[in-house]
């Protein structure tokens, strides 16, 4: 839930409807399933009782997605290119 949480940026529509992005079926009902806790706490949060949450499965947002090992390093080198210098030197390969 955590990845499906901040791989997209929420996007705050009128009326303080949330929408998020999500890449199918399976993370809505994963989220779903704890909207109800999730709600809660930004409601109290915030205090503010008129948020909602609306997901939006974009067909778009799934390429962000990282699958392979070879991807995710890539975008760990990209957070920290420091883990290249470390590969490097330590001969290692994927």
């Known amino acids: 839930m955590y990845s499906t949480l901040t ?4 996007i705050l529509k009128d009326n303080f409807l949330v929408q ?4 199918n079926q399976a993370q809505a009902v994963d989220i779903n399933n704890k909207k109800a806790e ?3 706490y ?3 949060q915030l205090h503010n009782t008129k948020i ?3 997901l939006v499965i974009d067909k778009d ?3 962000k997605g990282v ?4 991807d995710k390093y890539e ?3 990209e957070k920290n290119p420091a883990v290249d210098l470390f590969r490097k030197k330590f001969d290692l390969h994927f």
Do not use: G, W
């Not at 791989?7 to 929420?10: A, H, Q, R």
């Not at 998020?20 to 890449?23: C, D, G, P, S, T």
């Not at 699958?67 to 070879?70: D, E, F, H, L, R």
């Open 75 to 77: 975008k760990l080198v």
């Open 52 to 54: 909602d949450l609306e």
């Open 20 to 23: 998020l992005a999500i890449f």
């Open 38 to 40: 999730l709600l809660l």
């Open 67 to 70: 699958y392979t090992i070879k």
């Open 42 to 44: 930004l409601r109290t």
């Open 7 to 10: 791989v997209n940026e929420p």
């Open 61 to 63: 947002a799934e390429t």
